[in-house]
């Protein structure tokens, strides 16, 4: 079994950063690809951004391409989203969510997923 655990959401303002984190635990990290995926009140959750366990491909939504970054600290077993150029149209509650082998867009795909954190920008 794999757990998840988010961290880091907020409230900031238009323009401002924040890092989510999503510690990962119970089996051996390498191996598993994670994903970050939210969902805005009243919307269906979207694909933010992906990175396969190898950290060979990271894949993000054109939504955040350019402000958002994945990266993932194996040593630590956590991965990280770094959001930028935060806008408000970017509130939403954010999951991570884990599968083993190559990482997907398809929020289906994933076996394994947090709690999520929530991420609040005001304009």
């Known amino acids: 079994q794999v757990q998840l655990v988010e961290s880091g959401g907020g409230l900031v303002q238009a323009g401002d950063s924040l890092r989510l984190s999503c510690a990962v635990s119970?089996?051996?990290?390498?191996?598993?690809?994670v994903a970050w995926f939210r969902q805005a009140p009243g919307k269906e959750r979207g694909f933010v951004a992906a990175?396969?366990?190898?950290?060979?491909?990271?894949v993000y939504a054109d939504s955040v391409k350019g402000r958002f970054i994945s990266t993932r600290d194996n040593a630590k077993n956590t991965v990280y989203l770094q959001m930028n150029s935060l806008k408000p149209e970017d509130t939403a509650v954010y999951y991570c969510?884990?599968?083993w082998g190559p990482g997907s867009v398809g929020d289906h795909n994933y076996n394994y997923w947090g709690q999520g954190t929530q991420v609040t920008v005001s304009s």
């Open positions: 969510a884990a599968k």
């Open positions: 990175a396969s366990w190898n950290s060979g491909s990271i």
């Open positions: 119970g089996r051996s990290f390498s191996g598993y690809s």
